[in-house]
């Protein structure tokens, strides 16, 4: 038995990131009209293609909507709100275009007729991210002829606002796309979490999902009701959130011998029922992974250290919370 | 066959909520020494108890590191962070207290004894309230004579700092119990969930833990690293969470149609391996539950006037962080 090696990858070989002035946004609802808004915000030029006859009107709402808050976080010079063109051609929409971020229907062959189409049009070498919350890359690209450029590049909603881009390559997808791509967005200024292989659901939406799964457990249950299940996080763990993420919360929650001793002391709470999600066994290696990324994480900053970033985190929130709710009722 | 039938549960009858004027914190760590800084800035009396002789320094230590916080969210008048003494003897502490908040560490017969102690010597009708994040009041009021009157009282770390306490009778609770605590923390100005029924972790925690359990699956797949985890939350849906909770969240996801439009079009998506927990049946019932909880919740404003909220949030919410990390970074 002979075994066939598999045909080596080629590099896509896209531009220089910064010499990226036009972006072709494929399919603008509320997510590719997210990116758009974004992208012009950030000075780049879009030019867009969806089929639906009110899609000009559409993103020119949702741009215009945005706009405001864009200009409150800062817009990169010449950004123009105007700098987009909307086809309904989409050789016309690609024709030009650095970048491709498509943005369609999470239907499963549409993406793959799609990305063929956008991957048959775009210029040699450029790079083409997938908006995808729910399908691979792997199974996207199947009827492409250039699947090494095309990358999951799966942004949060409003993309506008949101900084966290996930980026993950398919099985065909050329190593040297997926650094492109990351490299990219960091240059708009995303936050961007690059994975090393497909997960289903990605990260951040793996992490919501499970809380929002064991949500309506309890909802179906009777045991908690829609209010109390958004106020326990708004007013509670979710105050946390945007400084410190579930695992250096805990970290803190140990005291001064931090994550190490919370597994050592709460370790057996894993058994407790307090999820219907089982938890995975407590290793040696588990513990050593989770306690050397809080350290890392830590990067030399104590328990106390972080508690009193955490503690200002915390009241600075409160207080532009409760200002905005006092705003709206008034 | 006869049934005996229950012993009607007797109604404690505490003081006025509004006549409390000194209070009990039995054990003072962590967590019991953020109560007592917590009730000392709302102008409270505190008597402490802790059979560690460090612990008058290290609640002193606690107190004065919180106090800063304290009063940038407001003191009451008259509120003095030295009104606190310090006993080792038990009946000393509850002498004249009219609330007990108890926040020993988490042990059954640690906490099933000192309750007991603490019913046994705390004046008639005064009301005890439990800190345990993991025990049902029906487990820990076994040993006590008056269960009528213990209640759980369960808080977030910090407790000067995170408004969220849930509060839950045991089996053994008077109702009026359930009901003077509620009002009480709401008195002091806690965000207060009250539950119909004992759930192991209560509401937060098991959402959280449910979170926390994905997490630790996904370091141990080598699905994501501890770093990756954090930031796909701080960068990502912690964002949205302080303003609005996981089912507000969604019902924005829905667009115009909101929750309801969420639910038909992306149910089939339950059933996706987004995470490792299974989702509950999306029964008639509970889609029903969930739609109108939401809609309780929205109170009227529609769905864009929800998103122009949550967007102001996520504005303000990533101006404050951004300040802060500017400054621990200069």
Redesign the interface.
Known sequence: MTTVPAAPIPDPQPPEVAEVTTIACVGIG?IGGGWAAYFLSRGYRVQAWDPSPEAGDRVRALID??WP?LT??GLAEGADPHAISVHTDLAEALDGAQFVQESAPEVLEMKQQLLADIDAHAAPGVIIASSTS?YSMTEMAVDAASPERLVVGHP???PY????V?VVGGEQTSPAAVAWVSAWYEHLGK?V?T???E??????????????????????N???????????????????????????T?HL?G?PGGMAHMLDHFGP??K?????????E??EE?RG??V???D??ADGRTVPEL???R???????????E??RRG?AA
């Open positions: 509320t909507a945005a808050a409150q976080l729910g949060f909603n409003p606002l949101i900084p966290l996930e936050s979490i994975m090393d292989h997960v289903p659901g990605f990260i951040a939406n793996r992490l919501q999902e499970a809380l929002w799964r064991e949500a309506l457990h309890m909802v179906d009777g045991e908690a009701t829609v209010e109390q299940i958004d106020r326990s996080i708004t007013d509670g763990p979710g105050l946390r959130w945007p400084l410190q993420g579930p695992m250096l805990f929650a005291g709470s894993l407790s029922p307090w999820t219907r999600l089982e938890a995975p407590l290793t588990l992974a989770v050397a990324g809080c890392d994480e508690v009193a970033q503690d200002q985190a915390i009241i600075a929130v409160r207080q532009v919370i200002q905005l709206s």
